[in-house]
């Protein structure tokens, strides 16, 4: 069965900082995995994404992620945390079964 | 290119009453999803249909929910008789393809069971 551990709930940087959420995921064949943000009271919206190919993949507004296999990870980042960052980040795997299983998000604060 | 489409956003019903969630997908996509999501945690998979056929809906509480989606199109959510618990934000998806590469979420509904 696929499974995601997102570390930390709540994470906060101050503006203009580097943005680090870590996702570690568990999968028998090789994964397909997936960033998400959810602003307030809105649906998911898609980040980023790795299928195949490069490990480094870049998404929507400065974010990045790298695709680790050795240490079965795909953690977020961006250099420098802008205020309209704040929202909740969601890690997600699909393999074998096609379907998202979401880790439980990690809530991003900024700060002056 | 029109997004997944849900209605209503909010509903506020007593336990005990029926209540429906109707989805509209993205124009093409065959594979229609419907998660919970319940506050402070991930969406959680309830059914997943491709075209008119429920291929996964293992974690669907049958004995109180059930969807459907005539015509491969546009599909309801329906929960007869609604539980205290079951207030949480329902969620539609859609995608092209059937291996999940590129899901598309709605804006959800928000549940509230007084």
């Known amino acids: 069965a696929q499974s995601v551990t997102q570390l930390g709930s709540h994470v906060s940087v101050s503006e203009g900082a580097l943005v680090l959420l870590r996702c570690n995921y568990s999968?028998?064949?090789?994964?397909?995995l997936f960033w998400y943000v959810q602003y307030p009271n809105q649906g998911l919206q898609l980040l980023l994404k790795?299928?195949?190919?490069?490990?480094l993949v870049k998404g929507i507004n400065g974010f990045e992620a790298e695709f680790k296999k050795s240490e079965t990870s795909f953690h977020l980042t961006k250099p420098s945390a802008h205020m309209s960052d704040a929202a909740e980040y969601f890690c997600?795997?699909?393999?074998?079964?096609?379907?998202?299983?979401f880790g439980t998000g990690t809530q991003l604060k900024v700060e002056l | 290119e029109a997004g997944v489409v849900q209605s209503p956003r909010y509903k506020i019903i007593e336990k005990k009453q029926p209540v429906a969630f109707w989805c509209n997908p993205i124009?093409?996509?065959?594979?229609l999803y419907w998660y919970l999501q319940n506050l402070g945690q991930g969406p959680e998979l309830l059914i997943r249909?491709?075209?008119?056929?429920?291929?996964?809906d293992s974690q669907l509480p049958k004995d109180r929910f059930s969807a459907e989606r005539l015509k491969g199109v546009d599909s309801t959510l329906k929960i007869q008789p609604a539980e205290l618990g079951d207030s949480a934000v329902y969620l539609c998806a859609s995608s092209l393809d059937t291996a999940g590469r590129d899901v598309a979420f709605g804006p959800g509904t928000r549940l509230t069971v007084l």
């Open positions: 997600a795997v699909s393999a074998p079964s096609n379907k998202l299983t």
């Open positions: 790795y299928t195949t190919g490069a490990t």
């Open positions: 999968s028998s064949v090789p994964p397909y």
């Open positions: 249909y491709e075209n008119e056929e429920a291929v996964d």
């Open positions: 124009s093409g996509h065959n594979t």
